[in-house]
């Protein structure tokens, strides 16, 4: 059966005019018109996106100590397409595919770890201690068995994880991106590597995700001069991404940048098990203190959509086009007190806050339960 969305407000869409509703065939693509006999939701003026992307989280449930169910990350948080960020390297990419990515109605996407092992005992059993932990080989021939399910290479750079194999990690793993046709992701924190050691191996499509870290060595907002070495590398076509977690996003630090023209290209959460009962929780509430630090709705709303989608060649401000597969999520700006926290613990209360109502893929339809966003809702 069809699907008539009616009375919905349409944003961060090319070309949607005045459109106040939208046709899905019952093979799931766009149409010009409702047909009669169409399924009619009346969105009741809920805003219209592309559906929303999430372009860090972890998901390898089972293959990892500390990643959530997909489920927790996906269709009942509103989220219809979704990027693991490293959680699995050459080792173990195989059972992120089987077991995850290919059992999911959400669209599914990783970056490959540089690291063999990934994240299996993630923080415990450091997935970049020295040169035995990298196979380039190997992850070369992986990349090349897996490249409709890899948007890129994942290298987390900070003290904790790299300790003094410094810098060197990084290039290798640029190097293994380069030469696969590869973005890089990397993750900032604290050193070592130093900022500026990164930054000056990144190039235009590359993403440095924990963008808005408050670490004392891995701050943006550190020095005038790092601030202004990011902002010439984001005007280059270098994405920032926010990737939330438990210890990489600062209020402070995302209101400073923001206020100073460092704005994300993507809001992502870094869903894991151990934030995903707070500070996280999930996306609507990722996007939502951004919108607080300073974020224009219209930028908050792409940041979760077309520029992720854009990412990682999915539909975007394109997908009301007919013959697209629909993939949307329905939502609201509601004007509601919430008190929330950074990764720091310093809290903020929220008082706008982007409520997921329904995610549309094809033509299936998944209630979000606005309370408990992120936990549960029902199914069409
Ligand atoms: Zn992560």
Redesign the pocket.
């Known amino acids: 059966m069809g699907l008539w969305l009616k009375n919905v407000r349409p944003v961060c869409f090319h070309e949607s005019g005045n459109r106040s509703g939208v046709a899905i065939s019952d093979g799931g693509t766009i149409r010009e018109s409702p047909l009669p006999d169409d399924e009619v939701l009346d969105a009741d003026g809920l805003f219209l996106s592309p559906g929303w992307t999430d372009l ?3 998901i390898w449930h089972g293959g990892t100590d500390f990643s959530v169910p997909p489920d927790r990350a996906g269709l009942k948080s509103g989220v219809t397409a979704l990027a693991d ?3 699995a390297g050459e080792a173990t990419l195989h059972g992120l595919r089987k077991y995850i990515i290919e059992r999911r109605p959400e669209t599914i996407r990783a970056f490959i770890n540089i690291g063999s092992i990934g ?1 299996v005992a993630c923080n415990r059993v450091p997935e970049l201690f020295d040169s035995r932990f990298i196979d380039v080989e190997r992850t070369l021939a992986a990349i090349d068995a897996n490249r409709d399910i890899l948007c890129g290479v ?1 290298v ?1 750079a900070s003290g904790e994880v790299v300790g003094d194999w410094g810098i060197s990690p990084v290039r290798i793993a640029k190097r293994v991106a380069e030469s696969a046709g590869l973005p890089l992701m990397v ?1 900032i924190g604290n050193r070592p590597p130093d900022l500026e050691e990164i930054f000056a191996l990144l190039s235009p499509g590359d993403i440095v ?2 963008c808005y870290n408050g670490t004392a060595g891995g701050a943006v907002t550190r020095s005038s001069a790092v601030f202004e070495h990011a902002c010439r590398l984001a005007g280059t076509g270098v994405l920032m991404d926010v ?1 939330h ?1 438990s210890a ?1 996003f600062d209020f402070g630090v995302a209101a400073k940048s923001i206020a100073g023209g460092l704005v994300p290209f993507s809001i992502s959460t ?1 869903l ?1 098990v151990r934030n995903v009962d707070g500070p996280v929780h999930d996306l609507a509430t990722t996007v939502s203190k951004l919108h607080a630090a300073g974020l224009g709705f219209s930028d908050c709303v792409n940041a979760i959509s077309t520029n992720p989608r854009r990412f990682l060649g999915l539909s975007g401000a394109n997908g009301l086009t007919p013959g697209m597969r629909a993939d949307f999520t329905l939502f609201a700006l509601v004007a509601r007190q919430k008190q929330v926290a950074d990764s720091g613990g310093n809290s903020l209360v929220l008082r706008k806050f982007f409520e997921p109502r329904f995610a549309i893929i094809g033509n299936r339809c998944v209630r979000v339960e606005p309370s408990r966003s992120g936990r549960a809702g029902s199914q069409r």
């Open positions: 860090h989280v972890h960020a490293g959680s994240l994942k987390r993750h995700t924990h990737g977690g990489s870094d894991h």
